[in-house]
């Protein structure tokens, strides 16, 4: 599982925005977003580019911290 960490996140609808946004990814499942830790979690069943989460989570309004 690997684990980005997620700037800007502050309520239940960021954790559902951020989930829709990565779940969005082809090759990403399982996606389980933290909002107490800042984090989102995910599995890979291909690679993804770290340039291709960091752009999906900037157009949900986030960043990669």
Do not use: N, W, Y
């Not at 830790?37 to 989570?57: D, L, Y």
Request: hydrophobic residues 40%.
């Amino acid at each position: 599982m690997k684990t980005v960490k997620i700037k800007g996140m502050s309520c239940q609808h960021c954790v559902q925005a951020v989930t829709r946004a990565l779940g969005e990814i082809e090759g990403v499942v399982g996606v389980q977003v933290d909002l107490a830790a800042g984090t989102a979690s995910f599995e890979e069943e291909k690679p993804v580019s770290p340039e291709v989460i960091a752009e999906k989570v900037k157009k949900a309004g986030f960043e990669i911290g």
